[in-house]
């Protein structure tokens, strides 16, 4: 399983950014995928999940209403487009998925986001 982040970057408060996550190695259309972010001296915590065959899209309280989760299954690719970005969203941003349950989850090197005032 091969899992790689891009989009990251600096943007300024109430910007907005989109981050990809290219997927390999296992047959990306049947398993939902999730995006999870960690900020300095926090634990990591869960931002979106999406269902295999985008059937089920499902967000933190925070993000609600300004971040969407999508997918293309045709490139093995699932999104996270981050709408009205404040400060309290500046974390490194990582997808993962987990084959089976109770298996560990499988993670990317993640992507920094960082959002000024």
């Known amino acids: 399983v091969q899992l790689v982040e891009s989009g990251g970057g600096l943007v300024q408060s109430g910007g907005s950014l989109r981050l990809s996550c290219a997927a390999s190695?296992?047959?990306?259309?049947?398993?939902?995928m999730s995006w999870f972010r960690q900020a300095p001296g926090k634990e990591r915590e869960l931002v979106a999940t999406?269902?295999?065959?985008?059937?089920?899209?499902a967000y933190g309280d925070s993000v609600k209403g300004r971040f969407t989760i999508s997918r293309d299954d045709a490139k093995n690719t699932v999104y996270l487009q981050m709408n009205s970005l404040n400060p309290e969203d500046t974390a490194v941003y990582y997808c993962s998925l987990r084959l089976r349950v109770g298996q560990e989850r499988n993670w990317g090197q993640g992507t920094q986001v960082t959002v000024s005032s």
């Open positions: 190695g296992f047959t990306f259309r049947n398993y939902a």
């Open positions: 999406i269902t295999s065959g985008s059937e089920v899209t």
